[in-house]
């Protein structure tokens, strides 16, 4: 299996998912392509190697955040002739570049840049019919919001941070390890490069408080499944007063009663009579957009037949028009007849010479030709 080959695809799940997530994935496939319950498959075997070395990248934040910026050639050492020592370089680079807010930012020193807060999920249920119109709610989270008795300083009011001197305010402290000398976040500061010393009370000096937020969301006509609104700033504040995080909203739509839906395209099976299938007639579908349509129904149609109402179905999300509204026709057969019904159906049958219905005389045909042996 090539290594080349995007991890999140072979683990099978999105660039978003979270480390439960990518750890179920892992666990369903590296028991479907074990070697023990393989024996002697070699692309099972090659599968299991790949989804194994994509679930220790990904599983570990460091590695996956190198992944998610540079892909595979985070993990590449430099080609062209270079000794080992300029393979370490580059390597360190990338991940100097990934890391820099963590270890103190570029190579000139420095402290650490303020780190920003997480970015938050929220799912939210939707009817179908919210998809179509739009909708605009309000929810109701709990996230860590900046201290307003420091304003997100983590310093007692009328008191400051003072520069760390472990590591001179620099962020981070260095140590020879063999040829190489390693840079590491201060273990006073924790790369700050500085500390308070007088913490605020309410915060702890962490800067941050939960908190109670309602947020006013609006949901765009069009949306469907997995769509996802961002609330820029509305995530997780930031340590010491460092920008907050983004809120993902994920919009889940709910099963409808009467239709299913494809991107723009919604389907509805309607069962109608067979006298309306033989003799025509019309149906009328109330759509989603509040009008009745009045499908027309061609005489002779069959079962399974599709019809299609353009301009019926779902908007198109951030752009005009709508879809189409596509009916599939079910032909019911009668269970309870009357006796004069009955009666009627008897002499219907009396007068039928088998060009009614092409497709069952040339069944029958077929059939007899197959016992008579032609």
Known sequence: ???????YELLECERTADDATIKSRYRKLAMQYHPDRNSGCKDSEAKFKAISEAYDCLK???KRAAYDRYGHAAFQQGGGGGGGAQDFGGFSDIFESVFGEFMGGGRGGGRQS???GADLRYDMEISLEDAFHGKDTEITVDVSAACDTCHGTGAKPGTSARTCQHCGGHGKVRAQQGFF????ACPVCQGAG???ADPCADCRGDGRIEKTKTLSVNVPPGVDEGTRIRLSGEGEAGARGAPPGDLYIFLHVKRHTLFEREGTTLFARAPISFTTAALGGSLSIPGLDGRTHEIKIPAGIQSGKQLRQRGAGMPVLQGRGQGDLVVQIEVETPTKLSTRQRELLELFRETETGEECPESQGFF???KNVFAGE
């Open 1 to 7: 299996m090539s290594t080349t080959i995007d991890y």
């Open 60 to 62: 570990d934040p460091q």
């Open 114 to 116: 303020a780190r920003r």
């Open 181 to 184: 000398v390693v840079e590491r």
């Open 194 to 196: 500085q500390v308070i």
């Open 365 to 367: 045909t077929k059939l």
